[in-house]
């Protein structure tokens, strides 16, 4: 992604951050099962585990695993500084967040974690960025720890990538949101530059990931699942 894009990714997505949460609920097929997946898979050994969001936006995902690991140390990274604002606010009065206005590809994290987590952020990078992010991740992990996406991928063939996209499309027409605000998400969209399943599992293993695993795929959403 080059500057410029990242640029205005920033700014579609600093100006969406008051009504994010709303209309990630609304447009996301199965919310609550593709989200819940992720989190069901977040244990490890560590009952105050270290916990890294990539891309963490509003806090939405670290919202659900705080409620799981209320005792776990959280940092939560994006470039986006008033999608962060809003996490700020969700977590205001607790001491175990901690949060980085930075490019999460090109920050350099102080510590390793028991776990790194991303939702629906990584399909934004360039496929040579995805497979460098995937090591960093992997080396930035305590030993037995989970990284756990919850993401975008495109169909190995036109036939499907045409069907995922009818099935979203249809979904975002008949979610129960302004039309400004579908144009908005709609033109968010052509910043999206998703990889094949296959790819992003074999650029996990790649990276010393095992038991890489796909947990649950609805039409192009999945949650990928690897540990160190």
Same mark, same amino acid.
């Given at each position: 992604?080059?500057? @410029?894009?990242?640029?205005?990714?920033?700014?579609?997505?600093?100006? /969406?951050?008051? /009504? +994010?949460?709303?209309?990630?609920?609304?447009?996301?097929?199965?919310?609550?099962?593709? +989200?819940?997946?992720?989190?069901?898979?977040?244990?490890? @050994?560590?009952?105050?585990?270290?916990?890294? &969001?990539?891309?963490?936006?509003?806090?939405?995902?670290?919202?659900?695993?705080?409620?799981?690991?209320?005792?776990?140390?959280?940092?939560?990274?994006?470039?986006?500084?008033?999608?962060?604002? !809003?996490?700020?606010?969700?977590?205001?009065?607790?001491?175990?967040?901690? +949060?980085? =206005?930075?490019?999460?590809?090109?920050?350099?994290? &102080?510590?390793?974690?028991?776990?790194?987590?991303?939702?629906?952020?990584?399909?934004?990078?360039?496929?040579? &960025? !995805?497979?460098?992010? +995937?090591?960093?991740?992997?080396?930035?992990?305590?030993?037995?720890?989970?990284?756990?996406?919850?993401?975008?991928? !495109?169909?190995?063939?036109?036939?499907?990538?045409?069907?995922?996209?009818?099935?979203?499309?249809?979904?975002?027409?008949?979610?129960?949101?302004?039309?400004?605000?579908?144009?908005?998400?709609?033109?968010?969209?052509?910043?999206?530059?998703?990889?094949?399943?296959?790819? =992003?599992?074999?650029?996990?293993?790649?990276?010393?990931?095992?038991? $890489?695993? $796909?947990?649950?795929?609805?039409?192009?959403? $999945? $949650?990928?699942?690897?540990?160190?």
């Amino acid at each position: 992604m080059s500057q @410029e894009d990242r640029n205005s990714l920033i700014k579609k997505f600093d100006n /969406a951050a008051s /009504a +994010y949460d709303k209309d990630r609920k609304a447009i996301i097929p199965n919310f609550d099962v593709y +989200y819940g997946t992720l989190v069901q898979l977040a244990q490890v @050994e560590n009952e105050n585990p270290r916990i890294l &969001d990539l891309g963490a936006g509003t806090g939405l995902l670290t919202q659900l695993l705080w409620e799981k690991h209320p005792k776990a140390r959280f940092q939560l990274v994006d470039m986006a500084p008033e999608m962060l604002n !809003i996490a700020k606010n969700r977590f205001s009065g607790h001491d175990n967040f901690e +949060y980085i =206005n930075e490019d999460y590809l090109k920050y350099d994290f &102080d510590f390793s974690f028991d776990m790194i987590v991303s939702s629906l952020s990584i399909h934004h990078l360039n496929h040579s &960025d !995805i497979k460098l992010l +995937y090591q960093k991740a992997y080396d930035h992990l305590n030993p037995g720890g989970l990284f756990l996406n919850a993401d975008e991928v !495109i169909a190995p063939n036109s036939y499907c990538e045409e069907t995922y996209q009818k099935n979203w499309l249809e979904v975002i027409q008949q979610a129960n949101l302004e039309e400004d605000d579908k144009t908005v998400i709609l033109e968010r969209m052509k910043f999206d530059n998703p990889a094949t399943l296959e790819d =992003n599992i074999n650029w996990l293993e790649e990276a010393g990931f095992k038991d $890489v695993d $796909v947990f649950y795929k609805y039409y192009n959403f $999945v $949650v990928l699942y690897g540990r160190k």
